[in-house]
């Protein structure tokens, strides 16, 4: 098949769904989600899934899309981009080491690079679906999301507490005038690939 920039994205996401051991299954639908979406990403991200392995690449596409093959480019990223420490914090707080888990922390860092909620970056028809993935396969970290704080902002406090650098405003989120835009309600429809409508909604 062609390179994936080659097809539209929503051409693209249609093909993957046709080729789809399961097509209903929520880690199918964020990871052909995901992986349609690449040109919504800067440049570093537009690989349908980054920094993913060769060998990794192969054995998502035979065990999840059968009978397709993608032309998938390599990408290095840039240095001091949060990606690895957050595939790191993923795979450290993960219910297993299984094979769709680890495809699914790559997912999920390459869907956060993207520019609107992350269950809209990833394809999925809600935040209930984005919540329930994470409860299946990265359980303990869910947990710890106790508040239900939006799950970009959330992995970057992660990040911020594990480097022991808070960059927040207030000593507790009650007490902080950003509150709305970390807990806010998530609304909307999911944005499928090739939408042109983006919501901004920073890491």
Same mark, same amino acid.
């Given at each position: 098949?062609? !390179?994936?920039?080659?097809?539209?994205?929503? /051409?693209?996401? +249609?093909?993957? *769904?046709?080729?789809?051991? =399961?097509?209903? /299954?929520?880690? %199918?639908?964020?990871?052909?989600?995901?992986?349609?979406? @690449? +040109?919504?990403?800067? !440049? =570093?991200?537009?690989a349908p899934i980054a920094r993913l392995a060769q060998a990794e690449q192969q054995a998502l596409m035979a065990a999840v899309f059968p009978g397709l093959t993608l032309c998938w480019p390599e990408? !290095?990223?840039? =240095? $001091?981009? /949060?990606?690895?420490?957050?595939?790191?914090?993923?795979?450290?707080?993960? $219910?297993?080491? @299984?094979?769709? %888990?680890?495809?699914?922390?790559?997912?999920?860092? %390459?869907?956060?690079? @993207? =520019?609107?909620? *992350?269950?809209?970056?990833? $394809?999925?028809? $809600? +935040?209930? %679906?984005?919540? !329930? *993935?994470?409860?299946?396969?990265? @359980?303990?970290l869910k947990a710890r999301n106790a508040q239900n704080m939006r799950w970009k902002k959330f992995f970057y406090r992660e990040l911020c507490l594990q480097e022991e650098v808070l960059l927040c405003k207030s000593p507790s989120c009650a007490q902080c005038v950003d509150m709305p835009q970390c807990f806010g309600v998530e609304q909307g429809a999911a944005l499928l690939p090739g939408d042109t409508h983006r919501v901004r909604a920073a890491f």
């Open positions: 098949m062609n !390179a994936p920039h080659a097809l539209a994205d929503a /051409e693209l996401h +249609r093909v993957l *769904l046709a080729h789809a051991r =399961a097509p209903g /299954e929520a880690c %199918t639908l964020a990871l052909a989600g995901v992986m349609a979406s @690449g +040109r919504t990403r800067p !440049a =570093a991200y537009v990408t !290095a990223g840039d =240095a $001091g981009d /949060e990606f690895d420490d957050l595939v790191a914090l993923l795979r450290r707080h993960a $219910g297993d080491d @299984g094979p769709a %888990t680890r495809w699914l922390a790559h997912a999920i860092a %390459t869907a956060c690079k @993207g =520019a609107n909620q *992350l269950w809209q970056d990833m $394809g999925l028809p $809600g +935040r209930d %679906t984005l919540n !329930a *993935l994470m409860q299946a396969h990265f @359980g303990p």
